[in-house]
Each structure stands twice: as structure tokens, then as C-alpha cells.
């Protein structure tokens, strides 16, 4: 019997590798990381200056005349605090946001933790903001306006707790980072330390520190912030370097299997 020359069409071929699984959060682009992580190195930056800028405030317990003197000599440096530190907050908590928005579908009740805490934590900021200009300019008008310049001082000391009672922005951020290769392991590791460490001081510092963070309790609480604006410069600088490996080793493989 005549063999048809259809019956000798090569069956497909199977594919020796396994198709490759869907990537777990959203597809963006590596300038877009690049952006984020620019938002991220900046912010931490002008945080950093921020607290450099300005000179050790007097204590509390000052005389009105010396916070006057202070408030008046420093009213330039005052109000570059005031514009570092917002603008600063702001960039820190896009990159934070941007963390969490590449996690994707796996950020769960913790991303949308992340997104309540950040706009807590730049509302905080912003009333910090405002504490220290009212300071500034209400002692350069002098006259009646002086009394406002004491209330904004002692408001300005107070605001300084707040940032460390308000929900600790870092742990849902690590239990996301915990759960997505956005970033190494370690990186998440750490936000979850920060995050429990940070109400714990907030906590202890509330009854045991005055302004300007004195005392043991208020050196860790400044330890602790710097801590955490380093965590930021470096998973900035890590964040675009982390993509382009991602990128980098499908094309490895689709290679090694050419090869073949």
C-alpha cells in the first residue's frame, strides 16, 4: 500500500526549555526604575541636609529673648530646612510608593499600608513645615507676632515625635519587599527591623527626650533615621542596577539554547 506523503509531516517539535513564568508585578521601564530610583537618592539627600543646614536649635526651656535671637539670626537657614525637608519627604515617600507599586498583586494589605503610612508620614512632615516657618517668620516680625514664634517652637519640638509615633512606614514596606525579588533580601530584612525598632523608640523617647533628641534614647533615635535615609541611597542606587540583571538573563539563556 502507498505511503501518502502527508503521513510523513514531522510532528512539532517540544520545546526543551519551560516557558518562562509571568512576571509577578507590573512591566516598567528601566528609565522609569531609573527615575525612582533618582526620587529616592534625592530625597534622602535633602533630608540629610536638612538636619545639616540648620544650626542646634536652644533648648525649650529657653528664654523667649534667646529663641527670638535664635529664630532671627538663623531665619535664612530656618526656612531652608523648612523646604528641604518637605521636598525631601515628598521624594522619599514617591520612592517608597514606587517600591510597592513594583511588587504589584503581591503588595496585598500591606501595599495599601504602605500608601496609608506615607501619606501620614508626609502630612507629618508638612506640619513640621509649617511649625518651622511660622518660627522663623513670626520672630523676624517681632511685636505681638512673638508669641506666635513660641507657640510654633514648642509645636516644632513636639511635631518631632509624631514622626516616629506615626505608623512605622518601613514594615509593611520590608513584609512587601519580603514576599518580590525588587530588591535583595537583605534590603527587606532590614525595613522590617526598622520598622519594629522605630515605635519602640518613638515610645521610649516620648517620656525620656526633650527637644533636639538628647540623651542615649535620642542619639539611637538619631542613629536610627540615618539608618534609614542610608537604606534609601543605597536601594536607589541598587534598584536600576537590579533591573538590568533581571534583563540581562533571559537574553543569557535565549543564547545558551541558540547555541544548542
Known amino acids: 500500500m502507498p505511503i501518502s506523503p502527508q503521513s510523513d509531516v514531522a510532528a512539532p517539535a517540544v520545546p526543551l526549555t519551560a516557558p518562562r513564568p509571568a512576571p509577578s508585578g507590573p512591566a516598567v521601564s528601566a528609565r522609569w526604575r531609573?527615575?525612582?530610583?533618582?526620587?529616592?537618592?534625592?530625597?534622602?539627600?535633602?533630608?540629610?541636609?536638612?538636619?545639616?543646614v540648620l544650626p542646634s536649635p536652644p533648648?525649650?526651656?529657653a528664654p523667649l529673648t534667646v529663641l527670638t535671637h535664635y529664630a532671627v539670626g538663623h531665619s535664612h537657614a530656618l526656612l531652608a530646612t523648612a523646604w528641604l525637608e518637605g521636598t525631601g519627604t515628598a521624594l522619599y515617600v514617591i520612592f517608597v510608593?514606587?517600591?510597592?507599586?513594583?511588587?504589584?498583586?503581591?503588595?496585598?494589605?500591606?501595599?495599601r499600608?504602605?500608601?496609608?503610612t506615607a501619606a501620614v508620614v508626609l502630612a507629618v512632615s508638612?506640619?513640621?513645615d509649617v511649625t518651622v516657618i511660622a518660627f522663623a517668620q513670626s520672630a523676624a516680625l517681632g511685636g505681638h507676632q512673638t508669641t506666635t514664634a513660641l507657640v510654633a517652637y514648642g509645636l516644632f519640638a513636639a511635631t518631632e515625635h509624631v514622626f516616629l509615633l506615626a505608623p512605622p512606614l518601613f514594615l509593611p514596606l520590608g513584609l512587601i519587599l519580603l514576599r518580590t525579588p525588587v530588591l535583595p533580601r537583605?534590603?527587606?530584612l532590614?525595613?522590617?527591623t526598622f520598622g519594629v525598632i522605630a515605635p519602640i523608640l518613638g515610645l521610649a523617647g516620648l517620656f525620656t527626650v526633650t527637644a533636639n533628641n538628647n540623651g542615649p534614647v535620642g542619639a539611637a533615635i538619631n542613629a536610627l533615621v540615618a539608618a534609614e535615609g542610608l537604606w534609601i541611597i543605597a536601594a536607589s542606587l541598587t534598584l536600576p542596577l537590579r533591573a538590568r540583571q533581571a534583563s540581562g538573563q533571559p537574553r543569557q539563556r535565549n543564547n545558551a539554547t541558540a547555541a544548542r
Open 113 to 116: 499600608i504602605t500608601t496609608l
Open 190 to 192: 532590614l525595613a522590617v
Open 59 to 61: 533648648a525649650i526651656t
Open 186 to 188: 537583605p534590603f527587606a
Open 97 to 111: 510608593l514606587a517600591l510597592a507599586h513594583l511588587a504589584g498583586a503581591r503588595a496585598g494589605l500591606a501595599g
Open 34 to 52: 531609573l527615575l525612582a530610583g533618582a526620587a529616592g537618592f534625592a530625597g534622602a539627600a535633602a533630608l540629610g541636609a536638612s538636619f545639616g
Open 126 to 128: 508638612l506640619v513640621y
